[in-house]
């Protein structure tokens, strides 16, 4: 069974910094690219930043580039996101999903909350 | 970068009643659209892939077509376990972009 868990959310202050984990388990990491999606309080879904299955292209949205930084531990079948310079509108659920075209998975969300 | 024109965004129907959600695409993405449905509290699920592909598990009244640019997405006989929020996303080019979303409520 695909498990996907993220960990790391929280308060933080504007101009701060966070780094986001994603845990994978029940499938071959290393075979595909993963993203990350997040979700402002009653607001749609946005996606973040993608990682090829290696590590080696990356991919963000326009507002993140220069403050998000994506990366990944094959080893460890874990993803991260380095988030840098927060601003209070980086407030919301990331979620860390399997990105084969599609999000075919999701793991639940941590949420960040970016305020003084 | 692609916009996704999604209506409705909110919907109330009785149970056993047919929906549809559409999603217009800014641009042509061909076959290269996907549903999720987002159960309240939760994380989004894939519902279908390639305009009209059933993801793994998906129940059967839940069909995807696509005319052009407008790609819909229909459920035979709503169930009390479907509501929640619909979201399309394209998959032609990067950035991906989700539509607006719509919310499905009971009537």
């Known amino acids: 069974e695909v498990q996907l868990v993220e960990s790391g959310g929280g308060l933080v202050q504007p101009g701060r910094s966070m780094k986001l984990s994603c845990a994978a388990s029940g499938f071959t990491f290393n075979n595909y690219d993963m993203a990350w999606v997040c979700q402002a309080p009653k607001k749609g879904l946005e996606w973040v930043a993608t990682i090829s299955y290696d590590g080696s292209s990356t991919y963000y949205r326009d507002s993140v580039k220069g403050r998000f930084t994506i990366s990944r531990d094959n080893a460890k079948s874990t993803l991260y996101l380095q988030m840098d310079s927060l601003r209070s509108e980086d407030t919301a659920t990331y979620y860390c999903?399997?990105?084969?075209?599609?999000?075919?998975?999701w793991g639940p969300g941590t949420m960040v909350t970016v305020s003084s | 970068d692609i916009q996704m024109t999604q209506s409705p965004a909110s919907l109330s129907a009785s149970l056993e009643e047919i929906v549809t959600i559409t999603c217009q695409a800014s641009q042509d993405i061909g076959n290269w659209l996907a549903w999720y449905q987002q159960k309240p509290g939760k994380s989004p699920q894939l519902l279908i892939y390639?305009?009209?592909s059933l993801a793994d598990g998906v129940p059967s009244r839940f069909s995807g077509s696509r005319s052009g640019t407008q790609y819909s997405l229909k459920i035979s006989r709503l169930q009390v376990e479907d509501i929640g929020s619909y979201y399309c996303q394209q998959a032609h080019s990067n950035p991906n972009t989700f539509g607006a979303g719509t919310k499905l409520e009971l009537k």
């Open positions: 390639d305009a009209t």
């Open positions: 999903a399997r990105h084969d075209w599609y999000f075919d998975f």
